[in-house]
Structure formats: structure tokens, C-alpha cells
């Protein structure tokens, strides 16, 4: 049996993947892009069903653009990834908005390391706004995205010479990292770590020393678990 042109469109993708995984970006490259471009031409037919391969084969091209320090390509393919979701979450909010709200963070990233500051921080404020739309209980499922949107608006507050906003939202990302930690500890003992050292930091500038004395000393006990766990890291 020959593979028909989506089946094969998904073994590109899931190949670059691998790829990506394993640090052979220029040939991930390669397979993402001919992917992309089967499920461009299978779009034209059947637009339904093929948007979403579409905005996640140029999602996933973006951050390999962006791990090969092609910037200006990264965020154009973000930029049109994003068109695609943002349609997509009006269709079924539900099931697409965890991937609209990864690529609001994606791209305000990347605008963070081009120092495109305002750009970046709104898109941070965007990611979080999105998630304000879950229930209670819907959140929960979204606690990881919630920290991860707080601590990179957080980094650029600090970067900015917003401190006190800096600390306010490392103490709700630290917070929202600690309720994760209550169900699965392991996944988030390091960026609870690396958030208390910033964290600490930030205490430093304000001259909060003994916070920020409490913080570090919270690190290293954190550092010493970690390479107990993993000692060749």
C-alpha cells in the first residue's frame, strides 16, 4: 500500500521532531518545511481538517528557526501560525487555546531576546489573559503554562528595571510552580529552583537581604536534591 499524501506529511513531521530532539536541526529543518508544504496543498481542498497540521508543522519550524538563530524567519512563521490558531480558537476554544497561548509565549520570547521589550511583555499579559478565561477547574489542567507566562513576564519586569513588579510576579510564578510540585514534584523542582534564584535576585536589588539569603540557601538545599537524582547533570 502507498502512503497516501497526509500520511506522509505526518511522517515528515514526526521525524523532524526526532530530530529536533536530538540536535540535528538542519535536517528537521528540511522535513518540517516539506511537510508544511503537503499540508498547504491539502489545505486548499480540505482547510477543516488541515489548518491545525499547517500551524503546528510552522510552529514547530519557528522554534527550530529560532534554536538556529534565523530570528527574523522564526517570528514571521510565528506570526502566521498565530493567524491560523487564533481562527481556530473561535471555532472550538477548548481544544486549541493551550496551543495559542504556547505560541503567544513562543514568539513573546523571541521578541525578548531581539529586546523588542513592549512587543514581548504584551504578549506575555495576552498568554495570561487567555488562560483567565478557564474555569477553576480548567486551570488546574493549565497551571504549568500560567507559570511559565508569570515567570517570563517576571524576567523581562526585572530587565526592565521594574523590580518591585519583578518580585510580585516571581512570588505568583514560585506559587503557581508550588502547586504543580504538590501533584509532581520532579517535573518542577528545577524552575523552582532557577525561579527562588531569580527571585533572590530581585530581593538583593531591593535590599531585602535576609529574603533573599533565605532564597539562595532554599537553592542550594534544591541544587544538592537535583544532583543527587541526576548526578552526571
Request: glycine share 0%.
Amino acid at each position: 500500500k502507498h502512503l497516501d499524501q497526509d500520511e506522509i506529511a505526518e511522517l515528515y513531521f514526526d521525524y523532524a521532531s526526532f530530530l529536533d530532539n536530538h540536535n540535528q536541526f538542519d535536517k528537521a529543518i528540511d522535513y518540517c518545511l516539506q511537510a508544511v508544504e503537503i499540508f498547504e496543498k491539502l489545505a486548499l481542498e480540505d482547510p477543516h481538517t488541515y489548518n491545525i497540521y499547517i500551524a503546528d508543522t510552522q510552529n514547530n519550524l519557528a522554534l527550530l528557526y529560532d534554536k538556529t538563530n534565523r530570528l527574523h524567519e522564526a517570528e514571521e512563521l510565528f506570526l502566521q501560525a498565530s493567524v491560523i490558531y487564533s481562527k481556530l480558537v473561535e471555532e472550538n476554544n477548548e481544544k486549541y487555546l493551550p496551543k495559542f497561548v504556547m505560541l503567544q509565549l513562543n514568539l513573546g520570547t523571541l521578541l525578548y531576546s531581539l529586546n523588542r521589550m513592549k512587543e514581548a511583555e504584551n504578549l506575555f499579559d495576552r498568554a495570561l489573559e487567555l488562560l483567565n478565561r478557564y474555569s477553576e477547574e480548567d486551570r488546574e489542567i493549565h497551571l504549568e503554562h500560567i507559570a511559565i507566562a508569570k515567570n517570563n513576564l517576571a524576567n523581562l519586569y526585572d530587565d526592565t528595571n521594574r523590580t518591585e513588579d519583578a518580585e510580585r510576579v516571581y512570588k505568583e510564578a514560585l506559587d503557581v510552580y508550588e502547586a504543580i510540585a504538590a501533584r509532581n514534584p520532579e517535573k518542577v523542582l528545577p524552575l523552582i529552583t532557577l525561579t527562588q534564584n531569580n527571585l533572590a535576585g530581585v530581593c538583593y536589588k531591593l535590599d531585602k537581604i535576609e529574603e533573599a539569603i533565605d532564597l539562595w540557601e532554599c537553592c542550594l538545599d534544591k541544587f544538592d536534591q537535583l544532583a543527587e537524582k541526576n548526578p552526571e547533570a
